[in-house]
Antibody
Framework: QVQLVGSGGGVVQPGRSLRLSCAASGFIFNEYAMHWVRQAPGKGLEWVAVSSYDGSHEFYAASVKGRFTISRDNSRNTVSLQMNSLRGDDTALYFC????????????WGQGTLVTVSS | DIQMTQSPSSLSASVGDTVTITCRASQDIGNHLVWFQQKPGRPPKSLISRASTKQSGVPLNFSGSGSGTHFTLSISSLQPEDSAVYYCQQYKSYPFTFGPGTKVEIK
């Protein structure tokens, strides 16, 4: 079955860095774009970033552009999110999600990994 | 960026009722709209894509309609398990943007 398992979350001080990873299984990974979407505690969903199916294109939300970098390894079926210069408003549950490249919408989400930015 | 709004922000209805959630886009997105359902402590679940196409396994009482800037999600014959927050999201262009969500409660 399709699985997206996130890891790497934790508590980090403001200004520091953290790297999230998402391991995919149960589908042909290199046919899907991969997204990160976050949800602050008790709040709505905020799209963060996307990597195209082959990693050749990336797009970011304005709130993270220049601080976060999405990358993927199609040989290992993983997608990562490098988060630098973290701020308190980056505190959220981070979901990875897949998007069948031919149709462009998110059709499956992982469970999420929690990032807390606090001194 | 394309802004998405939803109304109402919350609603309470009885089992068996029909409820309708409205989603509006700040510009024409064609039918590039998806509806998600999120229950507490769970990741979102894709319900409807292309504004009106149900994902596999989605119950018959869910339906979506609309195009351009005005969209609706209808839930007929409301069931207790339909209690959740519902989000619309445009995928016409990056950055993808979500509506603020509509919380559906069962009386």
């Amino acid at each position: 079955q399709v699985q997206l398992v996130g890891s790497g979350g934790g508590v980090v001080q403001p200004g520091r860095s953290l790297r999230l990873s998402c391991a995919a299984s149960g589908f042909i990974f290199n046919e899907y774009a991969m997204h990160w979407v976050r949800q602050a505690p008790g709040k709505g969903l905020e799209w963060v970033a996307v990597s195209s199916y082959d990693g050749s294109h990336e797009f970011y939300a304005a709130s993270v552009k220049g601080r976060f970098t999405i990358s993927r390894d199609n040989s290992r079926n993983t997608v990562s999110l490098q988060m630098n210069s973290l701020r308190g408003d980056d505190t959220a549950l981070y979901f990875c999600a897949r998007d069948l490249a031919a149709v462009g919408f998110i059709d499956f989400w992982g469970q999420g990994t929690l990032v807390t930015v606090s001194s | 960026d394309i802004q998405m709004t939803q109304s109402p922000s919350s609603l309470s209805a009885s089992v068996g009722d029909t409820v309708t959630i409205t989603c509006r886009a700040s510009q024409d997105i064609g039918n590039h709209l998806v509806w998600f359902q999120q229950k507490p402590g769970r990741p979102p679940k894709s319900l409807i894509s292309r504004a009106s196409t149900k994902q596999s396994g989605v119950p018959l009482n869910f339906s979506g309609s609309g195009s351009g800037t005005h969209f609706t999600l209808s839930i007929s014959s409301l069931q207790p398990e339909d209690s959740a927050v519902y989000y619309c999201q445009q995928y016409k262009s990056y950055p993808f943007t979500f509506g603020p969500g509509t919380k559906v409660e069962i009386k």
